[in-house]
Every structure is written in structure tokens, then in C-alpha cells.
């Protein structure tokens, strides 16, 4: 079964660093994009950015660059996303996903991590 | 920024038939691909490729594309496809910003 496994929720202060993890299974890691997505409560759906753990070409979206790292170790097939300074609004529900393999970095995402909650609060 | 504009929300009645609609100027150009997103729940994938559907998502979800505005439609609506709907496309300038739509909440009546 192909699936996307996220760690567990985090609770932390502002100014403190972070780095969660999606572990990827059921598949070839290298071969296909990981995506990190933000869902703030009760908002939508935002792109962050996207890895190729092959080669570890990175793209990220504006508004999230220089804000968050995305990295990956294909050895142990696992994605990451880091901060290194939290902010209370990164409050947010955070999802890896894999991409379909079809087009590319802007490609759709066909398995979703099951999310990791990460709550910023003095 | 490029962005994708959506419905915030529709409406329909069981059995009728949903129309979803995301508009975007680099749509011509770019794939368009649809999530559902029920509460509490990760999303799923049910268009791609503005109008193929991944295996197990039922026939009655189907996208189409026009110009600047593609379509997520669903038909003989059930009360379980309640939920919200994203769109996601990039852009066409070459720095490939992807985004997903604003979300259109999908109320069954």
C-alpha cells in the first residue's frame, strides 16, 4: 500500500525551531515529488512547496520562501519541513503528499500524509 | 501573486447535478486538478489533468476545461459528497507558482 506518514502533533513557543517529518512507503521514493500544503484552522488549502527527494530539487512559493525548508533523506525515504524561528500564525495543520509522477513540479498530489497539527503558543 | 478563483459556496439537492467553477487566466495553458476535503479529513484527489479521474473515485465526478475557467462536475449529487472542493493550477510565466483555489463548500440540501 502507498502511503504518507506524518509525525505527531507539536506543540511549541514562539521562537523556537522545528522540523517534522512525512515517511513515504509502497513506492519508489526518488521517482516522485513531495509536496508540503498549510491549512490554517478553519482556512484553505495553500501550496508551500515541493521537493524531488531524487536529486533534491526544491521549489518553494513565494510566500513561503526563506520562511520554511523543505529537505528530504531518500535513505530512509523521509521528507522534512523546518523552522527555524516559530511564529504563532504557523498554526496550522501541515500535509505532506506525493505527486502523480504525470507532469512535474506542478503536478496534482494523489496520496496526502494524514496531516501534522502544529500549534505556536506563548 | 497568480490566483485560481472559486465559489465560496453551492448548493443543490440530492440527485441533482453540481457545478463547481475555478477561474484562473493561466488555465488555457496549465492542467487544473480538483480535491475534496470532508472535516477532520486530508484531502483526495478526484480530477486530474482537468478531466481524468484517478481509480476509485466514482463516475458521477467529472472536470471539463473552457478558456480561463475549468469545471468540476458532479452528478446524481449524494449526501456524502458534502464537503469542500479545491482547484490547483500554476501559473504560465515560467516560475511555475503553484496554487489551489480559494474552496467552494459543497452543501447537499
Known amino acids: 500500500e502507498v502511503q504518507l506518514v506524518q509525525s505527531g502533533a507539536e506543540v511549541k513557543k514562539p521562537g523556537e525551531s522545528l522540523k517534522i517529518s512525512c515517511k513515504g512507503s509502497?513506492?519508489?521514493?526518488?521517482?516522485?515529488?513531495i509536496g508540503w500544503v498549510r491549512q490554517m484552522p478553519g482556512k484553505g488549502l495553500e501550496w508551500m512547496g515541493i521537493?524531488?527527494?531524487?536529486?533534491?530539487?526544491?521549489r518553494y512559493s513565494p510566500s513561503f520562501q526563506g520562511q520554511v525548508t523543505i529537505s528530504a533523506d531518500k535513505s530512509i525515504s523521509t521528507a522534512y519541513l523546518q523552522w527555524s524561528s516559530l511564529k504563532a500564525s504557523d498554526t496550522a495543520m501541515y500535509y505532506c503528499?506525493?505527486?502523480?509522477?504525470?507532469?512535474?513540479?506542478?503536478?496534482?498530489?494523489?496520496?496526502w500524509g494524514q496531516g501534522t497539527m502544529v500549534t505556536v503558543s506563548s | 501573486s497568480y490566483e485560481l478563483t472559486q465559489p465560496p459556496s453551492v448548493s443543490v439537492s440530492p440527485g441533482q447535478t453540481a457545478r463547481i467553477t475555478c477561474s484562473g487566466d493561466?488555465?488555457?495553458?496549465?492542467?487544473a486538478y480538483w480535491y475534496q476535503q470532508k472535516p477532520g479529513q486530508a484531502p483526495v484527489l478526484v480530477i486530474y489533468?482537468?478531466?481524468e479521474r484517478p481509480s476509485g473515485i466514482p463516475e458521477r465526478f467529472s472536470g471539463s476545461s473552457s478558456g480561463t475557467t475549468v469545471t468540476l462536475t458532479i452528478s446524481g449529487v449524494q449526501a456524502e459528497d458534502e464537503a469542500d472542493y479545491y482547484c490547483q493550477s500554476a501559473d504560465s510565466s515560467g516560475t511555475y507558482q503553484v496554487v489551489f483555489g480559494g474552496g467552494t463548500k459543497l452543501t447537499v440540501l
Open positions: 493561466a488555465l488555457p495553458k496549465q492542467y
Open positions: 489533468k482537468d478531466s
Open positions: 503528499a506525493k505527486s502523480t509522477g504525470i507532469v512535474g513540479a506542478s503536478d496534482a498530489f494523489d496520496i
Open positions: 509502497g513506492y519508489s521514493f526518488t521517482n516522485y515529488w
Open positions: 521537493i524531488y527527494p531524487g536529486d533534491s530539487d526544491t
